[in-house]
C-alpha cells in the first residue's frame, strides 16, 4: 500500500540534544512538507521541499534542519537551538503542482525530559 | 499574510444535531480553502474544498461554500454522528508554496 510514514511515534530529547525525525513516501510525490502542531495553534509550517536537493525555510524554520538527498525521504533534525521543542510534528507530501492535496502521516510526539 | 480563522473549541453536541464551524480568511489573491479532518492519533485527512467563488464543496454529509464577499467558508454537517468527533482544519492555499492552517476546532459528539 502507499503512504506516508513516520518514525518514531514518540521520542524524547534531552538538553542539548539533537534529535532526528524520519518521514518516508512510496507515493511518488515530488513535493514534501514538515509541520508543527501545538496546541490552540494549529499547524505551522517548518520546511518544505518541491523537489530532491531543494528545500525551503517555512514559518518557524529556526531550530530545525532538513534534507532531501531522496525523493522518498525528508528526514527533520530538531537541533539544541530549539528551545521549545515539544510538540506533534506532522510530515506530508504532495505532487508536484499539487500542493493543496497533501497526504500527512500519523505524526510524531516529540517532548523533552 | 495568508491566514485563516476558526472559531475556538470545544464544540460539544448531541448525535444528530447539526453541525456549523466557522471559518473566515485572509489572503492576497484568490486562494483555494479546504477543510481537513484529523482522527485521534492519526494525521489530517482531506475532507473537502472548493477552489473559486460559489463553490459547494461536499463529502461524507459535510458541505462549505466559498463565499467571497464573506471571506468564509464556514462547515455544515445536517446530523452530526459520535464518529464524527474529530478536529477539524481551515485551511487556504494560494499557489505559492504550502497549505496555511487554521487553529482547528475540536468536535465532540455525545451519544
Known amino acids: 500500500d502507499g503512504g506516508i510514514t513516520q518514525s518514531p511515534k514518540y521520542l524524547f530529547r534531552k538538553e542539548g540534544q539533537n534529535v532526528t525525525l524520519s518521514c518516508e513516501q512510496n507515493?511518488?510525490?515530488?513535493?514534501m512538507y514538515w509541520y508543527r502542531q501545538d496546541p490552540g495553534q494549529g499547524l505551522r509550517l517548518i520546511y518544505y521541499?518541491?523537489?530532491?536537493?531543494?528545500?525551503q525555510k517555512g514559518d518557524i524554520a529556526e531550530g530545525y534542519s532538513v534534507s532531501r538527498e531522496k525523493k522518498e525521504s525528508f528526514p527533520l533534525t530538531v537541533t539544541s537551538a530549539q528551545k521549545n521543542p515539544t510538540a506533534f510534528y506532522l510530515c506530508?507530501?504532495?505532487?508536484?503542482?499539487?500542493?493543496?492535496?497533501?497526504?500527512f502521516g500519523s505524526g510524531t510526539q516529540l517532548s523533552v525530559l | 499574510g495568508d491566514s485563516v480563522t476558526q472559531m475556538e473549541g470545544p464544540v460539544t453536541l448531541s448525535e444528530e444535531a447539526f453541525l456549523t464551524i466557522n471559518c473566515t480568511y485572509t489572503?492576497?489573491?484568490?486562494?483555494?480553502l479546504f477543510w481537513y479532518v484529523q482522527y485521534p492519533g492519526e494525521g489530517l485527512q482531506l475532507l473537502l474544498k472548493?477552489?473559486?467563488?460559489?463553490d459547494k464543496g461536499s463529502n461524507k454529509g459535510f458541505e462549505a461554500t466559498y463565499r467571497k464577499e464573506t471571506t468564509s467558508f464556514h462547515l455544515e454537517k445536517g446530523s452530526v454522528q459520535v464518529s464524527d468527533s474529530a478536529v477539524y482544519f481551515c485551511?487556504?492555499?494560494?499557489?505559492?508554496?504550502?497549505?496555511?492552517f487554521g487553529s482547528g476546532t475540536r468536535l465532540q459528539v455525545q451519544p
Open positions: 489572503a492576497t489573491g484568490y486562494p483555494s
Open positions: 507515493l511518488n510525490h515530488d513535493a
Open positions: 472548493a477552489t473559486k467563488a460559489d
Open positions: 485551511a487556504l492555499e494560494t499557489g505559492r508554496r504550502a497549505l496555511t
Open positions: 506530508a507530501s504532495s505532487m508536484a503542482g499539487q500542493n493543496e492535496k497533501l497526504f
Open positions: 521541499s518541491q523537489i530532491v536537493n531543494d528545500f
